[in-house]
T-cell receptor, first 110, second 114 residues
Framework: RKEVEQDPGPFNVPEGATVAFNCTYS??????FFWYRQDCRKEPKLLMS???SGNEDGRFTAQLNRASQYISLLIRDSKLSDSATYLC???????????FGTGTRLKVLA | GAGVSQSPSNKVTEKGKDVELRCDPI?????LYWYRQSLGQGLEFLIY????????KSGLPSDRFSAERTGGSVSTLTIQRTQQEDSAVYLC????????????FGPGTRLTVL
């Protein structure tokens, strides 16, 4: 079992839809969590960090569920420009180790 | 300010040749990482540098791979006697140094071994 797991998708959604991704992690010592966005043939870029209390940035909302060991990303009012791969990243207990999920591919359709 | 930079952006080489990939981290960032991403795959950890400490080389796939970081800043990843399976995008990232910090990635070097 991988330490960080994501549904690879693709998730094909129409413009304006709401879509949610989950990411599960197996190491209970994990402390920091991130969502990155990666466009085709580009480097990963930070979308948002995930805080224990949950956090929102515009149309994007991230949640952390420590009891069930997963994080989620909700995208409201999807735009064509949201089409990308979304990477879940988990940091082990404040160490330097970052574990990357393989990503969830989102396609927003006109 | 300037982000992480990498060079070259693309490198095409013949099997058996050596290549050097360069990474310039964000100024002041003490931690530097190298990752490899093959087509359609996730990021594979290669090596980690933190300040003057001994690097964590546990992710290097073979002894053909080596890396160094001079003066706690610029890093070079060297692949000797390249093989076709080395073809991938090599990504460098840096963090300020505290565990759990956000990683900032460079644009990567796309390596193609013919």
């Amino acid at each position: 079992r991988k330490e960080v797991e994501q549904d690879p998708g693709p998730f094909n959604v129409p413009e304006g839809a709401t879509v949610a991704f989950n990411c599960t992690y197996s190491n209970s010592a994990s402390q920091s969590f991130f969502w990155y966005r990666q466009d085709c043939r580009k480097e990963p870029k930070l979308l948002m960090s995930v805080y224990s209390s949950g956090n929102e940035d515009g149309r994007f909302t991230a949640q952390l569920n420590r009891a069930s060991q997963y994080i989620s990303l909700l995208i409201r009012d999807s735009k064509l420009s949201d089409s990308a791969t979304y990477l879940c990243v988990v940091n082990r207990g404040g160490t330097y180790k970052y574990i990357f999920g393989t990503g969830t591919r989102l396609k927003v359709l006109a | 300010g300037a982000g992480v930079s990498q060079s070259p952006s693309n490198k095409v080489t013949e099997k058996g040749k050596d290549v050097e990939l360069r990474c310039d981290p964000i100024s002041g960032h003490t931690a530097l990482y190298w990752y490899r991403q093959s087509l359609g795959q996730g990021l594979e950890f290669l090596i980690y540098f933190q300040g003057n400490s001994a690097p964590d080389k546990s992710g290097l796939p073979s002894d053909r791979f080596s890396a160094e970081r001079t003066g706690g800043s610029v890093s070079t990843l060297t692949i000797q006697r390249t093989q076709q399976e080395d073809s991938a995008v090599y990504l460098c990232a840096s963090t300020p140094g505290q565990g759990g910090d956000t990683q900032y990635f460079g644009p990567g070097t796309r390596l193609t071994v013919l």
